[in-house]
């Protein structure tokens, strides 16, 4: 695909995300790896629901600015994913209301923000990871982003909102897009002892359709030490 095609791509998926109400006013970022290792990636203050393919960012591998407005603050957690996460071509950054209200409760388990609720879930987000606060631009997220080891595609970012990455930009707004469901299924079945996917049910998924979850992961690691 053209790099205008691409260009075109990420203002088609962001106003799509902007209309539904997924990121707010100009909140949420959205890039995308070019094959020279280049990026193209949205503005700073730039809303998802009016972007202009020709003021999109364009980076060169060292992330610096080659064409187009100012990039967005966020691009050190983008570039922390990317190089650990090497299957990851495209990354979604948003400030949905579901998935940053899941960041603030209590009980939440960094390594597996949310339970086995659904398949597709895990089919397309995998688990999701916490990471502590840090404001918004603070290249201190980069580290604890690192720390993951490229074990997760979905991140959430505590009191901010979920970070994504997918094989393709579709891929990594569908991940999206599932994650904020699950998590506004969690907040409507909080405390009602809802019935989540088996551990079988749950192994079956990962055999059928060659799921790399982290916890099965580690379980493997485990295994073969």
């Known amino acids: 695909m053209s790099e205008m095609r691409l260009r075109e791509e990420i203002c088609r998926y962001g106003r799509s ?3 539904r109400g997924l990121t707010p006013g100009s909140s949420g970022n959205i890039s995308l790896r070019l094959d020279d290792g280049g ?3 949205t503005p700073t203050n730039a809303s998802l629901g009016f972007l202009d393919p020709a003021r ?17 603050k966020e691009i050190p957690l983008h570039s922390a994913l990317y190089e650990t996460r090497g299957s990851a071509r495209a990354i979604v950054h948003l400030h949905s209301t579901h998935a940053v209200a899941l960041t603030m409760l209590p009980e939440i388990d960094p390594r597996a923000v949310l339970p086995p609720m659904t398949p ?35 991140v959430l970012l505590a009191n901010h909102g979920p ?12 991940a999206t897009e599932e994650l904020e469901e ?9 405390n009602l002892n809802p019935r989540y996917l088996t551990p079988a049910q749950v192994e079956d998924l990962v055999k059928t359709f060659g799921l790399e979850l982290p916890s099965h992961q580690n379980r493997e690691d485990h295994d073969h030490g």
Not at 57 to 63: H, I, Q, Y
Not at 123 to 136: C, I, K, S, W
């Open 163 to 174: 970070v994504v990455g997918g094989e393709s930009l579709e891929a990594a707004v569908f």
């Open 120 to 154: 597709y879930y895990l089919m397309r987000a995998g688990e999701t990871a916490l990471v502590p606060y840090y404001r918004p631009g603070d290249p201190a997220v980069a580290d604890a982003i690192r720390g993951l080891a490229g074990k997760y595609s979905s």
């Open 56 to 72: 999109i960012s364009r980076l060169d591998e060292g992330g610096r600015l080659v064409s187009g407005d100012k990039p967005t």
């Open 182 to 190: 699950t998590a506004k299924l969690y907040l409507l079945l909080r």
């Open 39 to 41: 990026w193209l990636v």
């Open 17 to 19: 995300l902007f209309e």
